[in-house]
């Protein structure tokens, strides 16, 4: 698309029709031309004298300016009829390319002489017909070129581009016609500084809507109980697919059951946590969704069945189906990772990303609450970073990690990882965990990591987890970035006491406020880290850091012995994650679903579309923009 506005056209090149000699009627016209012409004078100077008075550039004062503003009014009420006409054509047919109204125009001019001839009757009529049946044609072309622009759901971003391209013009011509303005208005605005910098994503849009000849099926074959399993994050993106798995089977979902044995114990609902009124309601187009078992069904013991991980859609649209049919009730087991991340049809993807990110809301209290917190952090319009910090004591025991703990703490994890029977792996090297990438970073690293990448000490820092483990573990942290703050200091006694003693609450407190956060940084892919990114970029790619701990314990362990001056080691740090920030990259499949990207990391193909990889087609534009090569960027 031009970024030029269009092409003026001289007049001298124009091809006026030919006549064989001077007639009255040619006067007449030349008479009319001239007089438009005076008409059109009179009208740009005024114009250009109110834009002059305006920017403050007159000179002109006294009388003559008095006469030349009255001369200017009431020269405003004597326009001729050609330029009223043509005022009002441009006010209401605005949307209507010219070439279209000059056809009209011309083919009512024809029409209209051939009435004035009055040769006969039916000649009149057949003519009036004729106009009727143009004009009928006519606005039903105009409306379907507005229309044509809504085909897809993506149409806000088709008018914020053309906004963006006028508001471009806009600029230009303030420049050109005032050279004094050497800059655009908005260009004068203080530059976000890089560090808060979200990557570019002009070309993505959300496109999860259902498919337009979507048919629900009438009869259910059954009920299907879900018991979610896990953490909140692990329930939650199991839920979804278990949402997926329903429509798939033609089954009825059941509200589902939420995990009360994990590691935290927490005995919440569904409906402590969710907002289940508005889940029912956003998923009724799709699946039907019922708070309790029918009474027919209440007493039946359902038989219970745990989904074969990252299936395929044919798995539960046979299989599942059938022992459906078959026992009218089926309870799953388990819903974590039970659907295949790739390989499924675009309306199961889409479906996901509906259950995900519109019909799970948290309740009332949790959401009220959090949108407090990041109101406060937020406090005179200051950004602030949001650090999923997981350096607690479950999560070292599940990895392995004791790095900076003492031998009593590293104990302390490697008795309770053995007493924890679903992990399996019990005998880990911590240091080669570490060099590997797979440990949490401790708040020391933390904080030498934020300072290289460039964040002043005065960051506001939310802490998005529970107490870090180790005895001082916190203090290097808030030495350098004495503004930290959780749900425990943000929020007053008051406000956290309805969830304080359940975990599941408090971590969805704490999504809303990672969701909300100007940055995003995870220091270990756990669950929470996965949906929270994957949220942010369906929400518009919001800045997410993932720090590459492969490489930077490398760097921090060659400054800890002095191999690195500070500004080197500095400078390689932010070299290596400027590809790491949450731009926009394509999900690929994996040679096993263990080792591809997670879906709900990155709703991208699936939920998230490229408009510079479609096709537009309008009456004034067929226009086809090259994707353009987008480097697949890291993790």
Not at 39 to 66: A, I, K, Q, R
Not at 73 to 84: A, E, G
Not at 285 to 290: A, E, F, L, R, T
């Amino acid at each position: 698309m031009s970024s030029g506005g269009p092409t003026a056209t001289s007049s001298t090149n124009a091809s006026p029709r030919s006549h064989p000699g001077p007639t009255t009627t040619r006067r007449r016209v030349d008479a009319i031309a001239a007089d438009r012409t005076s008409n059109f004078s009179d009208f740009n100077h005024d114009f250009s004298d109110e834009e002059d008075s305006l920017s403050g550039s007159s000179t002109t004062g006294g009388p003559h300016h008095f006469h030349h503003n009255y001369h200017c009014h009431n020269h405003s009420h004597r326009h001729h009829p050609m330029i009223k006409y043509l005022l009002l054509r441009r006010k209401f047919f605005f949307f209507v390319p010219e070439s279209w109204l000059l056809g009209v125009e011309d083919l009512t001019a024809t029409i209209s002489r051939g009435l004035r001839s009055g040769k006969n009757m039916g000649r009149r009529i057949f003519g009036v017909l004729m106009l009727m049946a143009v004009l009928s044609v006519f606005l039903k072309v105009s409306f379907w070129s507005q229309t044509e622009r809504n085909i897809h759901e993506n149409s806000n971003l088709v008018i914020f581009r053309h906004f963006k391209d006028d508001w471009a013009r806009a600029q230009r011509s303030i420049i050109e016609h005032h050279p004094s303005i050497s800059t655009p208005l908005l260009h004068k605005l203080p530059p976000i500084p890089k560090i808060w910098m979200k990557p570019n994503s002009d070309d993505f849009y959300q496109c999860i809507p259902p498919p337009r000849n979507q048919i629900r099926a009438r009869k259910t074959n059954g009920y299907l109980l879900v018991h979610a399993n896990g953490g909140l994050n692990q329930m939650r993106t199991g839920i979804c697919d278990m949402v997926a798995a329903a429509m798939l089977m033609n089954a009825t979902l059941v509200l589902p059951a939420l995990d009360r044995e994990s590691f935290w114990t927490d005995p919440s609902t569904f409906k402590d946590i969710f907002d289940w009124r508005h889940f029912m309601e956003a998923l009724k187009d799709d699946i039907d969704v019922v708070e309790y078992l029918p009474s027919q069904y209440a007493a039946k013991k359902p038989h219970e069945k745990a989904p074969v991980s990252w299936s395929k859609a044919n798995y539960y649209r046979v299989e599942m189906a059938t022992l459906l049919k078959k026992y009218k009730v089926l309870r799953f087991t388990h819903s974590d990772s039970r659907l295949a991340n790739n390989g499924l049809a675009a309306h199961i993807q889409r479906l996901r990303c509906r259950a995900n990110y519109k019909a799970l809301r948290y309740a009332k209290e949790i959401e009220d609450l959090g949108k407090k917190l990041v109101d406060r952090l937020r406090n005179k319009s200051e950004p602030y970073v949001a650090l999923h910090l997981r350096y607690e004591k479950d999560m070292l025991a599940f990895t392995g990690c004791s790095h900076n703990l003492t031998a009593e703490e590293a104990e302390e994890l490697r008795v309770m990882r053995y007493k924890t029977s679903h992990w399996k792996e019990k005998e880990i090297d911590s240091k080669t965990r570490r060099l590997q990438g797979g440990c949490p970073m401790t708040p020391r690293e933390a904080a030498i990591f934020l300072k290289a990448m460039g964040y002043p000490s005065s960051t506001a820092i939310y802490i998005v987890a529970g107490p870090s483990h180790g005895s001082g573990s916190m203090a290097p942290f808030l030495a350098e970035f004495p503004n930290v703050f959780s749900h425990f200091n943000l929020a007053t006694s008051e406000e956290l006491e309805p969830i304080k003693p359940y975990q599941n609450r408090l971590a969805a407190l704490d999504y809303i406020v990672a969701l909300e956060s100007d940055v995003f940084i995870y220091t270990y892919h756990g669950n929470m880290a996965k949906a929270v990114q994957g949220h942010r970029r369906f929400e518009g790619f919001r800045k997410t850091i993932n720090p590459d701990k492969r490489n930077f314990v490398v760097l921090i362990d060659q400054l800890d012995d002095g191999a690195l001056s500070w500004e080197e080691f500095s400078l390689e740090v932010q070299s290596l994650h400027s590809d790491r920030i949450g731009a926009p990259y394509q999900r690929q499949a994996g040679s096993s679903p263990k080792e591809e990207e997670n879906f709900y990391a990155n709703p991208l193909p699936g939920c998230v579309c490229n408009i510079s990889q479609e096709i537009f087609v309008s009456p004034k534009l067929v226009q086809t923009v090259k994707p353009s090569n987008r480097a697949a960027l890291n993790r």
